[in-house]
């Protein structure tokens, strides 16, 4: 058949123009092209000449520039016109298809359209990116070319008769309205750019977003197609690819959606609603909410409703292609006749439709445009929730600022609380904001899908929909039930850590007393109920997924049963596969329902306790305090109204500095008032109506030390927080001094000169920051620099000074980065003196006319009190004329003092000098004088080197000895991850990181059990072959319909044989197609139910290994292991990674199996049906690859970025919560709050990206999805003549449909899994820890029952070392101990003095020589045994959480008398009996509520209950004062008479009774005799060292 252009039946009609040239239809389609072909020779070489010279472009750093007026129209019209040439064409080919020859005119016009629209709009991007707008007078021309062409087109059409009835009128129509809209943009963007026919086109820049080189986040500002379809987003996976995505490459958020915006855009909403007539009414958080950040949830819902309106085309066009599959050979020449103009054939809209390769196409459309919609919408909420985390938690952060400390102290509102309202509510909410689209998109696909299905099925349909919709408050009850499960595991898995650390922090002692296996128990003990609420959890869990699985199944079963039972028939296939197609559709949305309805529940307590806190009490209204807070707000407003005089160069971050700069005070000439602060007639309280401080009368000199001193308990540390204003005043004030006006210097910026004035007058009433040092000590999680300088400017000769006062340089030189550690949160890694010494050094580096120190003395030794005395405060400060204000309990300081103030049960005592308190109150006085004598013979005693701050130097490198192993192990690391200590990092090369990690899987399924394994992979298989055989069994039962009706006429060869067949058989033939449905319905919900317990149950036993297996290993591991490895490190293993394998791996691995198999099965399907189908899939498998490949890797960094971006973040709010005094005494609020809006930015990024990451990915498999219905669509009609199931068809098209949906769960599943399994691979990496050598050579039998019975200990040339790879701590000891002797062992710090004491337990690695007890070596002995009979006294007193009676005998071994016996030696007895419940009474968590000494004491106790021949004292009176300490030393020689005693002395007068000392040195013993020997060698280093300590 001959192309031509104009058709050849009727050769003398086509060309002929006899009736005038427009009269010739063929000639006005030739006139149309004549627009298209214009542009395409203007464009293309402009665009190839353009690309070739990009560098000419005007220099932005994005070419994503958007700045045309009407562009997002444009793209809009833009995509309607393509879509309208496609159907243009279609038309015209369909046509073409009835007329006798080609004619060509009828679809070559409409395909050079297409063509000439796409280029278009490449060209229309290109010249808007590169900012040419002259180029885009081209356009315009071809618009009006195209329009005019067109109208001649539509004219002609009138005239000839062809009216709205055909549908190419309708077509051209659209098409001219199109173009005229197109040309009117085009004329705006002339009318407001001016670039031509004006004489000043106008100058444009680039949005602020877009010059800042550090905002990568593209996705406002790229155009539509762009926007759609995340394109922006490739260079950032793909790049993943090669190196992990830093924090560097995601950069910093646009301004639109950063907190501080977002911030004033919902106080705004929040503070309008208080109103003028009603102040106290407390505003609504939801409307705030709705106010701030409603039009872009509407947006989305709009989104929302179209991509669920296309999701019902899917169905529709199955059923359509279906159906017409087979009457397109009816011959349309009836048709042909009545519709014939212009000498071509007009077809009508409803034919077209009836084309099954135009269904196929427009099914493939539809898809596409839903999926885009879908994502959308997504991403809008998405975006929106995060705006509205972000605001909340700046909200939030700003009360917490404004919060009154009794609130805090009191208790209304605990850190927990804060804390979860930042981790939990906000979340809740912004999760909520998520789903809440949903809420009103649900119902109204509902109503749609089931109105779809009555129109199909008739009443069947509603019996089928009603199934789902009975069962869905069945899924809400079991959405809740989970709920509260999850609560009961939490509070279990709380209960189960706090014993795991107290173990872990104990381990020493517990090892040392053999009781390592009474706790493992008890842990046990708790894992076992959490695993009973986590069985729970799990059956529930499985319950769900049955019924999600199960429904559809269901509900096809309840449809066709009924249908067969009222029509006598199975329904006709084209409406069985658009039904079945329509449930698959429906389950989603019931499903969802449950949660978003429970989400939604939540969301409204949430908003109940965020309204609670908002309203709770500020801080008290002090005149400067509110003036203050009113000032920097209205700078906060004032900064974002006029953006315009902010200077460009300085980033965002100082500016927001200058709204509440402290004052800095940078010379001091003269004083005006010698008294910087003067509290008159003051009672203050802390919120209670009593007052705690009464009557309050004092002044504080400037420029002066002042004391405060008094009991405890009398109101010291309340009387500088109520002259810092932290207390409510119920009477009377507290004035601060003013300054003189020269010093009013304030740091800001020029811009804010008008915010200024108003400031300067608030601010001479009150004060300045003052350096407050608390008497808890308070550090953020910083370095140690940065907890010194606390945002002051770095001045290295005052930073060394302060460092050198408080003697910290020792410390700092331990630490393995010196000052630049990190100090872990709360200052974990650190002993209370070297915290209580990082305060102080805090507040005297500060810059401030005024100190307060809180009893700085308390945690640290006699030495470094002395130091910071002399050098820190009457040294550095009072040089410095500053105002010291200090609270003490050390009297012999009281000399240094210019005033001091004795305080007593809240009021003042006296006020003056020493000199005038020695005058007016001797008995004062003289009660200060003999506390102060027994302190400075404490002072004499105590000068022996060895103190207590060597020891916790010494406890601090081993802490840190760990960190260094580690850092030298992991040295392929980035240097920015050494100082992460939980980072199991691998080196992140290309191969490493896109692999599965197949081991660790393997592993984890192994832990399972193999039954169990089995179990899974059989029932999943069999329960996807049950599913797809229902299916087909429905495509053989509907067709065989089809195939009855048609073996009369004898249409289908196949099927000519049946045609004999008797009626009866027949029928007997359609009786047996139900039953076999029924079965295997029953037989796909059975197997539904047995997978999703299986896979559950799975989880649940390796779980339970797992954590048994860890729990054991660790427990057991020798102490060199507990030395190495951080606790953080071990304990996350316990928490973070234990609840992801409890909670996140099993459903993670269902949901993963689930989808594979489910698009496995469909791509089988369609692949038996139509195996044309196979060649297409290799090239989508490709692409399939490389997009999960990219994305898995880009989602892990996005994830991991996103977790450690969140963990700051969390601990500034509950560091602030902490240290709330200290930052208002400071005054830096402004710094805090500008560095957690830093921190909120921050996280946000991380967390926008990974789901722009994540659309990223959807999007590509919804395109795939459809591209995969779009070919089994095309090879099914294209093979319908061979496939004699009609049936299959729609089989084949349904199943196509639901690999959309499930492609995208593979991999994110895959995604998921892949971060999950690392915590297997980190629990399995402890697994590999070799356990101590329990079993020991003989047996327990052996060993006597008695033993040690004498106490006889022989040491033989002993060489210990704590590691193989580490040198020996003590080399060829040898010694002989008598039984009953008392052995004293001295020396310096490192000596081997404790090595030797552990080496008794056989706690390190004996490599040589041996210890023989009452003639058995040790070596020998089962570990159980040794340890169990012989008794030690730890230096650190470790104390656990229970009863006292469980501390002093978890065996219960002993009786009460026993008991009381030991805590009378010990010195405890009264106090114990005076506890409520005696022996019985609470010890809690690390003995909190005894003293040190106390502690040390209830040790000692311990000791005695166990009755061994040998005991050790290892340094055990370190933290004891003197008398007791007198005492104790008397109590063990009378108690101990008969036993053998070995104390390692820390101070060495306690050992001058002993009947043999040791001397130590670096390993060996240097001295060994007598006391009194030794002592007689004037130059020996026992002599030397009791000298030093008399």
Known sequence: ???????????????????????????????????????????????????????????????????????????ILTFSLLFVHVCEFAEGIVSNKVMDTNHLHLFMPAFMGFIAATTSVVYYHNIETSNFPKLLLVMFIYWVLAFITKSIKLWKFAEHGVGPQHLRFCITAMLVMLYGLLMAVEINVIRVRKYVFFSNPQKVKPPEDLQDLGVRFLQPFVNLLSKATYWWMNPLIIGAHKR???????????????????????????????????????????????????????????????????????????????????????????????????????????????????????LFLALVLQRTFLQASYYVTIETGINLRGALLAMIYNKILRLSTSNMSMGEMTLGQINNLVAIETNQLMWFLFLCPNLWAMPVQIVMGVILLYYLLGCSALVGASVIVLLAPVQYLIATKLADTQKSTLEHSTDRLKKTSEILKGIKLLKLYAW???????????????????????????????????????????????HDFLHQTGPTPSEAFAALALFHILVTPLF???????????????????????????????????????ASMEAEKKHLGGTKAINRKKPMRYQMDSYEQPTRRPMRPTETEDVAVKVSNGFFTWGSNLSTLSDINIRIPTGQLTMIVGQVGCGKSSLLLAMLGEMQTTDGRVHWSKLPDCEMIYEGNISWSESEEPDEDIRSKNRNSVAYATQKSWLLNATVEENITFGSPFNKQRYK????????????????????????????????????????????????????????????DIHLSDHLMQEGILKFLQDDKRTVVLVTHKLQYLIHADWIIAMKDGSVLREGTLKDIQNNDVELYDHWKTLMNRQDHELEKDIQQD?????????????????????????????????????????????????????????????????????????????????????????????????QNFTGAGSDASNVTNGNVTSGGEIEKDSYYLPVFIILCAAGITLCLITSLTVEFLGLSAATNLHHNLLNKIIHAPIRFFDITPLGQILNRFSADTNIIDQHIPPTLESLTRSTLLCLSAIGVIATITPAFLIALVPLAVAFYFIQKYFRVASKDLQDLDDSTQLPLLCHFSETAEGLTTIRAFRHEARFKQRMLELTDTNNTAYLFLSAANRWLEVRTDYLGAVIVLTAAVASIW???????????????????????????????????????????????????????????????????????????????????????????????????????????????????????????????????????????????????????LSIILQDPVLFSGSIRFNLDPERTCTDDRLWEALEIAQLKNMVKALPGGLDAVVTEAGENFSVGQRQLFCLARAFVRKSSILIMDEATASIDMATENILQKVVMTAFADRTVVTIAHRVHTILTADLVIVMKRGNILEYDKPETLLEQEDGMFASFVKADM
């Not at 009973?532 to 066709?560: E, G």
């Not at 507040?843 to 945690?859: E, G, H, K, M, R």
């Open 947 to 1043: 103190s207590q701050t060597t020891l916790e130097r010494k406890t601090l490198r081993r802490a840190f000895y760990s960190r260094e192993a580690k850092n030298q192990v992991d040295d392929e690391d980035d240097e920015e991850e050494e100082e992460e200590e939980e980072d199991d990092n691998m080196s992140t090369t290309t191969n490493r990181r896109s692999k599965i990690p197949w081991r660790v899987c393997w592993c984890y399924l192994s832990s399972g059990g193999f039954l169990m394994v089995f179990l899974m992979v059989s029932s999943k298989l069999l329960k996807h072959s049950v599913i797809v055989a229902i299916d087909y069994w429905l495509a053989r039962w509907t067709s065989s319909k089809i195939n």
């Open 516 to 562: 390592e296996n009474i706790f493992c128990d008890s842990v046990e003990d708790t894992r076992g109920k959490e695993l009973t609420s986590l069985k729970t959890f799990a059956f529930y869990t499985s319950m769900s997924i049955f019924m999600n699985a199960a429904i559809p199944i269901a509900a096809v079963l309840a449809t066709f049963v009924m």
């Open 244 to 362: 992990p995505i830093e924090l560097k490459k995601i950069g910093k958020l646009p301004i639109a959606m950063r907190a501080l915006t977002n911030y004033l855009r919902l106080k705004d909403a929040y503070e309008d609603q208080r109103t003028a007539e009603d102040p106290d009414r407390s505003p609504s958080i939801w409307r705030s909410m709705y106010r701030a950040f409603g039009r872009p949830i509407l947006l989305s819902s709009t989104f929302r409703y179209l991509a669920d309106l296309l999701g019902f085309v899917g169905p529709l066009c199955i059923s359509g292609i279906v159906m017409y599959m087979d009457v397109e050979q009816v011959s349309t020449d009836k048709a042909k006749v009545g519709n014939t103009h212009l000498n071509v054939y007009f077809m009508s809209s409803s034919e077209l439709l009836q084309n099954t390769s135009v269904l196929a196409v427009l």
């Open 1279 to 1429: 093979s319908s003549p061979y496939i004699s199931i009609k049936g299959l068809v729609g089989l084949g098209l349904t199943y196509a449909l639901t690999v959309t949906n499930y492609l995208n769960w593979v991999v994110r599943n895959l995604a998921d899994l892949e971060v999950q399994m690392a915590a297997v691979k980190k629990v399995n990496s402890f697994l590999g820890t070799e356990s101590e050598n329990y079993e020991g050579s003989m047996d327990t039998s052996q060993v006597p029952e008695n033993w040690p019975h004498d106490g006889e200990i022989k040491i033989q040339d002993l060489c210990v070392r704590y590691d193989p790879m580490l040198k020996p701590v003590l080399k060829h000891v040898n010694a002989y101990i008598e039984p009953g002797q008392k052995v004293g062992i001295c020396g310096r710090t490192g000596s081997g003095k404790s090595s030797l004491s552990l080496a008794f337990f056989n706690m390190v690695d004996m490599f040589e020589g041996k210890i023989i007890i009452d003639g058995i070596d040790i070596c020998k002995l089962p570990l159980q045994t040794l340890r169990s009979r």
């Open 1 to 75: 058949m001959a192309l031509s252009f104009c058709g050849s039946e009727n050769k003398t009609y086509a060309y002929s123009v006899a009736t005038g040239v427009l009269n010739n239809g063929c000639f006005v389609d030739a006139l149309n092209l004549v627009p298209h072909v214009f542009l395409l020779f203007i464009t293309f070489p402009i665009l190839f000449i353009g690309w070739g010279s990009q560098s000419s472009k005007v220099q932005i750093h994005h070419n994503t520039w958007l700045h045309f007026p009407g562009h997002n129209l444009r793209w």
């Open 801 to 860: 000074a302060v460092i050198d006062a408080c003697s910290l340089q020792p410390d700092i030189d331990l630490l393995p980065f010196g000052d630049q550690t990190e100090i872990g949160e709360r200052g974990i890694n650190l002993s209370g003196g070297q915290r209580q010494r990082i305060c102080v050094a805090r507040a005297l580096y500060q810059n401030t006319n005024i100190v307060f120190l809180d009893d700085p003395f308390s945690a640290l």
């Open 592 to 630: 969802m329902l449950s949660t978003v309805v429970r989400f939604a529940v939540k969301a409204l307590v949430s908003v109940q306790k965020l309204g609670e806190f908002l309203q709770s009490d500020e801080i008290g209204d002090d005149s400067w305090r509110n003036g203050h807070m009113c």
